[in-house]
């Protein structure tokens, strides 16, 4: 079984930056389309953005221009760069690795953005 750990999350001001990781205990990132997905309290969880094993990235609407997917196979780790946060970004973030054969979640990792 895979596991997927976030790191990163905090606590940031308006207007600040951080950067999100994710990382694999084996090697799928390579072959995974992998998603960051985020969840505010009562709302549903929403896709921020994702990186095919090719290199194509999506963005969620009101990400783009904000955030950056990357990805570095050699080090199974997927990163989410945040610029310019706002308070509505305040969401647990996940990680998420999607192939036709496994479909795997990482726990979360709270991000706080206050105005």
């Known amino acids: 079984q895979v596991q997927l750990v976030e790191s990163g999350g905090g606590v940031v001001q308006a207007g600040g930056s951080l950067t999100l990781s994710c990382v694999a205990s084996?090697?799928?990132?390579?072959?995974?389309?992998v998603g960051w997905y985020r969840q505010a309290p009562g709302k549903q969880r929403e896709l921020v953005a994702s990186?095919?094993?090719?290199?194509?990235?999506t963005y969620g609407d009101s990400v783009k221009g904000r955030f950056t997917v990357s990805r570095d196979n050699a080090k199974n780790t997927v990163y989410l760069q945040m610029n310019s946060l706002k308070p509505e970004d305040t969401a647990v973030y996940y990680c998420?690795?999607?192939?036709?054969?496994?479909?795997?979640w990482g726990q979360g990792t709270q991000v706080t953005v206050s105005s």
């Open positions: 084996g090697n799928i990132f390579s072959t995974s389309t």
């Open positions: 998420n690795a999607d192939y036709i054969f496994y479909n795997y």
């Open positions: 990186v095919t094993s090719g290199g194509t990235t």
